[in-house]
């Protein structure tokens, strides 16, 4: 049995939706949104994560990115103020 070809996760977190889906294809991953039944969100700002930028999965695999709207009322969560700032891979400082 072949083992899976393994990527790298990279940090989507602060990065505008958009790019965000950009970063995750070029990285060999698919960046979703937590309900997938919905089409993927591009307007706002990745505040969340899930795996963790810095882990190995296999190529293909989804991370699932939770969106910040902008002023605009894009996003896909409601805008939240988080208790702590937060890292460049989504974890509190």
């Known amino acids: ?18 790019e965000a889906h950009e970063m995750a294809i070029s990285a060999r991953v698919v960046a979703v949104d937590p309900d ?3 089409p993927p969100t591009v307007s706002g700002t990745v505040t969340a994560q ?4 810095g ?3 296999p190529a293909g ?4 990115i939770w ?4 002023d605009d009322g894009g996003g896909n969560m409601p ?3 988080p208790d702590e700032p937060l890292d460049g891979a ?3 400082t």
């Open 1 to 18: 049995m072949d083992e899976p070809d393994l990527v790298l996760v990279p940090a989507l977190v602060g990065l505008p939706a958009a």
């Open 36 to 38: 997938p039944d919905t």
């Open 50 to 53: 899930q795996p963790l930028a």
């Open 55 to 57: 882990l190995r999965v």
């Open 61 to 64: 695999d989804p991370v699932t």
């Open 67 to 70: 969106v910040e709207p902008d």
């Open 79 to 81: 805008r939240l103020q």
């Open 90 to 92: 989504g974890a509190n």
